[in-house]
């Protein structure tokens, strides 16, 4: 148990759909992450969010966007996604974002875009 | 440009065999930090260690352990005695002070098979 969880575990939408994936984490961190991990590609960092604030956000599509209502929540709102899009997606979570404490993370939310 | 090479897509090896995951990494900057992460089929990725550019010594913890060496700009991992359950996805990475955000850059992942 890491104290961070995702859900859904797996989802399966269509390129016209609206869906939502959803992190929360028990750890009393300030910092959380999303990050994109694709079949043969290392782990893509997508957003940075700190005390509820976004400080990064990784040149990612605007059919991504997320929401952090505060520090223990996090979504990841998805629209017109692509086939591309599909992956598994990383919430974590961190003592302070903009320093090197090592992050925990949940177990994924396997995405498939059809 | 990958900051981070593990060299070894996949390793096999039977149960009680150790096993070395390699790890190179490039920075510039005299502060940093690396990390080992252990990604089971489950899929979180488990932090194992986090090491500072400012401390060579190695590190044992049970049966993993660690060698750090900037002369080569290698972070290695080894398993001691491997175990069915040590199957996994390792991932090194790496956060660079002089990246204000601290943010990880991970490699490409070892995939480890231990059979029985």
């Known amino acids: 148990e890491t104290g961070v969880t995702q859900t859904p575990r797996h989802l399966v939408m269509g390129m016209t759909n609206k869906k939502s994936l959803k992190c929360e984490q028990h750890l009393g961190h300030n910092a959380m992450y999303w990050y994109k991990q694709s079949a043969k590609k290392p782990l893509e960092l997508m957003f940075v969010y700190s005390l509820e604030e976004r400080v990064e956000n990784n040149s990612v599509p605007s059919r991504f966007s997320p929401e952090c209502p505060n520090s223990s929540h996090l979504f990841l709102h998805l629209h017109t996604l692509q086939p591309e899009d599909s992956a598994l997606y990383l919430c974590?979570?961190?003592?302070?974002?903009?320093?090197?404490?090592?992050?925990?993370f949940g177990p994924g939310t396997r995405l498939t875009v059809t | 440009a990958q900051k981070v090479t593990q060299a070894q897509t996949e390793i096999s090896v039977v149960e009680k065999e150790d096993v070395t995951l390699d790890c190179v990494y490039e920075t510039r900057d005299t502060t940093y930090y690396l990390f080992w992460y252990k990604q089971p089929p489950s899929g979180e990725l488990v932090f194992l260690i986090r090491?500072?550019?400012?401390?060579?010594q190695n590190e044992i913890s049970g049966r993993y352990s660690w060698n750090f060496q900037k002369s080569t700009s290698s972070f290695n991992f080894t398993i001691t005695a491997s175990q069915v359950v040590d199957s996994a996805v390792y991932f090194c990475?790496?956060?660079?002070?002089?990246?204000?955000?601290?943010?990880?850059?991970f490699g490409s992942g070892t995939r480890l098979l231990v059979r029985p």
């Open positions: 090491r500072n550019s400012f401390d060579e």
């Open positions: 990475a790496l956060s660079e002070a002089a990246d204000s955000s601290y943010k990880l850059i």
């Open positions: 974590a979570s961190s003592q302070e974002a903009g320093s090197p404490y090592e992050q925990y």
